[in-house]
Each structure stands twice: as C-alpha cells, then as structure tokens.
C-alpha cells in the first residue's frame, strides 16, 4: 500500500493545519492509520492513531487536547487536525498504517510542518 500526505506548510504559533492522507487502496477493518513525527536532530515519535473499524483513538500527551486524528473510510484518508500549533510541533510528519497498534508497519513520504514562534 502507499500512502500519501499532504497539508504542511509554514505557519505561526497557535495557528492550525489539517494533514490528510490517503492511501492507493482499501484500508481492511483489521487495519489502523496513524501519524508519527521527526523533528531535527531527534528520533521518530508517534502522534495519534485511529482504528479503522472502530471509533478509537491514541494519542501522545504532548498533543492531546490539541491535535484530532479522523478517517474517511469510503475515501481511505486519514486526517490530523492540528490546533494552537507551538515551535515544538515542528517535524515532518509521517502517515503510517497497518494492523499493529499504534501501525507502523507502512509508511508514506513526510510533509513537513514548520510552526515559527
């Protein structure tokens, strides 16, 4: 499967983004999407997660309250909606799938996303 994201760019602090990504097939309900990030100099970390058949979600605690992972089954696309975004949210960002919880055992090109203080 590929997957392909869209949606960074260049923003200031407490602004928003919405990152979409969709991937090249059906997504099976045994699947989940998730988003992980990499920021300069620092290793991969995981975002949020969705599960495809379910209404269930994870998050990591530096973005919980702010950021909402949401899916479009009939459209395969999952969304990262980003609110209140701090310097420290800057990385590209990285859609992945799989039937793992959080998934990463797919996973598509980064988009970046730059948020100046």
């Known amino acids: 499967v590929q997957l392909q994201a869209s949606g960074g760019g260049l923003v200031q602090a407490w602004d928003s983004l919405r990152l979409s990504c969709t991937a090249s097939?059906?997504?099976?309900?045994?699947?989940?999407m998730g988003w992980f990030r990499q920021a300069p100099g620092k290793n991969r970390e995981f975002v949020a997660a969705?599960?495809?058949?379910?209404?269930?979600?994870i998050y990591a605690d530096s973005v919980k309250g702010r950021f909402t992972i949401s899916k479009d089954r009939a459209e395969n696309t999952v969304y990262l909606q980003m609110n209140s975004l701090k310097p420290e949210d800057t990385a590209v960002y990285y859609c992945t799938t799989g039937s793992d919880w959080p998934p990463d055992r797919f996973w598509g090109h980064g988009t970046q996303v730059t948020v100046s203080s």
């Open positions: 969705i599960r495809w058949s379910r209404d269930s979600t």
């Open positions: 097939r059906r997504i099976y309900s045994s699947g989940n």
